[in-house]
């Protein structure tokens, strides 16, 4: 297991287009999160799976927002009508369920909205 | 609610050097998580330490160490003999074990040079 894959590397859209993005968790890890992070911030929560389950999501996670996990694998994130406003690094992470350790971060998917 | 404060924006340090990155929390639970992530340019964080706030005695991961005041709410980061391999993004994160889903609320980071 190579850790946790996140695809693509880097996106360019036009404002108002739907987005994509997947992540890959490490196989073993039940708990899978996507984090946002713009310049000069720290990463802010956007939701959480536990398995197929999205059990919270943030306020920052509008209506335009949605995230699956089918099957408790891997898990997508579509941003539909992109807006400038959402052009930051889209970060995704899993662990354990009961792990008091950290995450194991992906790469992130850094979304530029043109 | 928790929130973290870094209010280092940038730190320099000389290889070889010791330098602490700072942070500050601001929480009501007695019971948490606090934790060093390290993020170099265009990769992914990496976990650098942690330690569970019920525990007294401050983590220690080899050349990184911290000095955790639980009273006074800071989590400062030392890194012992700096390594050119050390520059990145530093963030400090707060987890509480209350809400089950385990997210962090993190800093907005502190960027390290290493000098050669």
């Known amino acids: 297991d190579t850790g946790v894959s996140q695809d693509p590397r880097h996106k360019i859209t036009k404002r108002g287009q739907n987005v994509t993005f997947r992540c890959d968790p490490i196989?073993?890890?039940?708990?899978l999160y996507w984090y946002r992070q713009t310049l000069g911030q720290g990463p802010e929560f956007l939701t959480y799976?536990?398995?197929?389950?999205?059990?919270?999501k943030s306020r920052l996670l509008s209506d335009r927002f949605s995230a699956e996990r089918p099957k408790g694998s891997f898990s997508t994130l579509e941003i539909q009508r992109t807006e400038q406003g959402d052009s930051a690094m889209y970060l995704c992470?899993?662990?354990?369920?009961?792990?008091?350790?950290?995450?194991?971060f992906g790469s992130g998917t850094r979304l530029t909205v043109v | 609610a928790q929130t973290v404060t870094q209010s280092q924006p940038e730190m320099s340090v000389q290889e070889a050097e010791t330098v602490t990155l700072s942070c500050t929390y601001d929480?009501?639970?007695?019971?948490?998580?606090l934790f060093w992530y390290k993020q170099p340019p265009s990769r992914q964080m990496i976990l650098v330490i942690r330690?569970?706030?019920?525990?007294?005695q401050n983590a220690t991961e080899n050349r990184f160490s911290v000095n955790f005041q639980k009273a006074a709410k800071s989590f400062s980061l030392k890194i012992s003999d700096s390594q050119l391999g050390d520059a990145a993004m530093y963030f400090c994160?707060?987890?509480?074990?209350?809400?089950?889903?385990?997210?962090?609320?993190f800093g907005t980071g502190t960027r390290l040079k290493v000098l050669a």
């Open positions: 799976f536990q398995n197929e389950a999205q059990l919270e």
């Open positions: 992470a899993s662990s354990f369920l009961s792990q008091g350790y950290g995450y194991t």
């Open positions: 196989s073993e890890h039940n708990r």
């Open positions: 994160a707060y987890r509480s074990p209350r809400s089950g889903t385990y997210k962090y609320i």
């Open positions: 330690q569970e706030a019920y525990k007294q």
């Open positions: 929480t009501s639970e007695s019971d948490y998580y």
